[in-house]
C-alpha cells in the first residue's frame, strides 16, 4: 500500500514522545514492505530539534483570524501535495478541524487515530477553542473510512461512538527489539522515578511531593519537570532533573528500582491508556506502578506491576503500597517475554490489517 500519514498543527520532533511514535510507525509499514510518505501540518517555531523527515506545510503565528486564514492556506497546500502523492490510504492523527482538511476523504480512504478526550482536553485552551472543537471535531470523523482508538474507554465512549465508524483499539507499541534491558541497581534505599512533560494536567506530578514527603527513605525522581506549580520548597529525597535527553534520562533510569505512570487520568476525565513512557520503562526492565488502567496490562498478573485507583486521592490512599512494592522493585527487572504484547511491530501489523480492511470496504 501507498501510506499518506497526516499530522496537524504541532511540529513533530525527532526527540518527542508523538515524534518518536510515528518514526516508528513508519519505520514498521515500510519494513513490512508499505510506501509511506508523513504531510506535516505545522504552526512556524524556532526550535533547535530536528522534525521528522516529511513535507512540511508551515504556517505563521499571529493574530485569531489571520492565524486561521493561514491554517487554511497551509492545509489546502498539504491537500494539492497529498493528492499528488496518489496514496490508496491516509492516516490522520487527530489534531482541532481545519478546512478543507475533510477533503482528505476524497483523495483516498480515510483512518483517523484518536488518542485522548479531546473535548476535556481542549477546555484547556480556553472556552473559544474549546466550543469550536465541540462544534467541528465531527466534521472528520463522519468523513473517515475508520477509526483507530488508543483505549476501548475512547472507543466505546458516548462521544465517539455516536458516529458508528468501524473501530479498531491499539494501545502505544515499543520497539523492543531497539531497547535493551537496563541492569538491576544495588540501591540500599529504593529509587522511583516519573517522566512527563510541564503543562499535562493528567500527569498529576504534584501528587509526588506527598509521595517524597510521607517516604523519606525513598528517593522520587522526577524528569521533564525543573518545577512543581505551587510547590517552592522540595524535601530532600526529591529531585527534579528538567528536560533530558534520550541519552541523559537512561542515565537515570539506570538507577532507579521501578517507575511511576501518569497519575491523574482523571482530571481529564479518562480511566484507561497506553503511555508510550510506561511502555519504555518497561522496556528497560523498571517495574511500574500503575494509576490507570492499561489497554494492555490490565488482565495481566505479575509481580512486578502495582495498579492503584485513578482518583484525586490515590498516592494518599496508597503511599505504603507503593512504599513496599518499590522496596520489593529492588534488584528486579522485568523479563521481556512477560511483556511481549507491547511489540510495536505487531500493533503495526494489526494497524496495517486495519488499512486494508477499510481499503477493500471502499471499493
Known amino acids: 500500500m501507498r501510506i499518506a500519514y497526516v499530522s496537524l498543527h504541532w511540529p513533530r520532533t525527532l526527540i518527542s514522545g508523538v515524534g518518536k511514535k510515528i518514526v516508528r510507525q513508519i519505520g514498521a509499514w515500510t519494513a513490512a514492505g508499505h510506501e509511506v510518505q508523513l504531510f506535516m501540518h505545522s504552526i512556524r517555531r524556532e526550535s533547535d530539534a530536528p522534525l521528522i523527515p516529511g513535507k512540511v506545510f508551515y504556517y505563521p503565528e499571529s493574530g485569531r483570524l489571520a492565524g486561521e486564514w493561514n491554517r487554511v492556506i497551509a492545509a489546502r497546500h498539504l491537500l494539492d501535495a497529498v493528492t499528488l502523492y496518489c496514496p490508496d490510504i491516509i492516516y490522520l492523527r487527530y489534531g482541532m478541524y481545519v478546512y478543507p482538511i475533510h477533503h482528505l476523504a476524497k483523495i483516498a480512504p480515510l483512518v483517523e487515530e484518536i488518542t485522548t478526550n479531546d473535548l476535556v482536553q481542549h477546555e484547556g485552551l480556553g472556552l473559544v477553542h474549546s466550543l469550536y472543537n465541540r462544534l ?155 494509576p490507570y488502567k492499561d489497554t494492555d496490562l490490565n488482565d495481566l498478573k505479575c509481580s512486578f506491576l502495582l495498579k492503584i485507583p485513578n482518583r484525586e486521592d490515590n498516592v494518599q490512599t496508597h503511599v505504603h503500597a507503593i512504599r513496599d512494592f518499590a522496596y520489593q522493585m529492588r534488584g528486579h527487572r522485568v523479563e521481556r517475554k512477560q511483556i511481549i504484547n507491547l511489540d510495536q511491530a505487531s500493533k503495526e501489523l494489526e494497524r496495517v490489517s486495519f488499512f486494508k480492511e477499510m481499503l477493500d470496504a471502499s471499493k
Open 136 to 290: 467541528t471535531r465531527g466534521i472528520i470523523i463522519r468523513h473517515t473510512s475508520g477509526v483507530v482508538y488508543l483505549s476501548n474507554e475512547l472507543a466505546n465512549s458516548r462521544f465517539n461512538s455516536i458516529f458508528q465508524k468501524p473501530k479498531k483499539v491499539i494501545g502505544d507499541g515499543i520497539d523492543l527489539n531497539n531497547i535493551q534491558p537496563l541492569p538491576a541497581p544495588n540501591n540500599q534505599n529504593p529509587q522511583l522515578v516519573f517522566i512527563g512533560s510541564p503543562g499535562s494536567l493528567w500527569q498529576g506530578v504534584d501528587k509526588l511531593y506527598f509521595l517524597a514527603k510521607t517516604s523519606p527513605d525513598i528517593g522520587v525522581h522526577v524528569i521533564g519537570y525543573d518545577l512543581i506549580e505551587g510547590i517552592n520548597s522540595l524535601p530532600d529525597n526529591m529531585k527534579l532533573y528538567g528536560y533530558l535527553k534520550t541519552e541523559e534520562y537512561k542515565k537515570v533510569l539506570a538507577g532507579m528500582d521501578c517507575a511511576i505512570g501518569s497519575l491523574a487520568l482523571h482530571r481529564i476525565q479518562l480511566n484507561e491508556s497506553s503511555p508510550l513512557k510506561t511502555r519504555e520503562c518497561l522496556a528497560l526492565g523498571l517495574p511500574m506502578v500503575l
